[in-house]
């Protein structure tokens, strides 16, 4: 079974320039969703949902070469921050990507990093 549909942009938003200046909350919630992100394994756990659309968290776990448990434990830091849905299928559960933006990130992330890599060079 196919995931559900993700949107295929971020909802709406004014431009970065046309908004007020960050206010000390909107800039500590941003760190902390900057912090759930920087982490190999999330990382590497979304680009995996991103090609593949949905997958079992054991699936995932053979991906990556890591035991299921400790799959499970970053998936759900995902799952909190509302960066990923899941469904149950008898004993297996199914995650996706339920925010588009959380994919935008991930592909400005590698652009900027590979930018940043051809630039030094």
Not at 53 to 64: C, G, I, P, S
Request: glycine share 6%; proline share 4%.
């Amino acid at each position: 079974m196919k995931a559900e549909s993700v949107p295929k942009t971020c909802l709406p938003k004014p431009r970065l320039e046309d908004r007020p200046l960050l206010t000390g909350e909107q800039a500590a919630e941003m760190v902390g969703l900057f912090k759930v992100l920087a982490n190999d394994t999330r990382l590497r756990l979304i680009h995996a949902l991103v090609r593949a659309e949905e997958m079992r968290m054991t699936e995932l776990a053979d991906l990556l070469g890591m035991k299921p448990q400790a799959v499970s434990n970053q998936l759900q830091k995902l799952v909190d921050r509302g960066f990923l849905g899941h469904r149950r299928n008898g004993n297996n559960i199914y995650y996706r990507i339920v925010d588009r933006c959380v994919i935008e990130i991930l592909d400005h992330g590698l652009c900027l990093s590979e930018d940043a890599k051809a630039r030094s060079r």
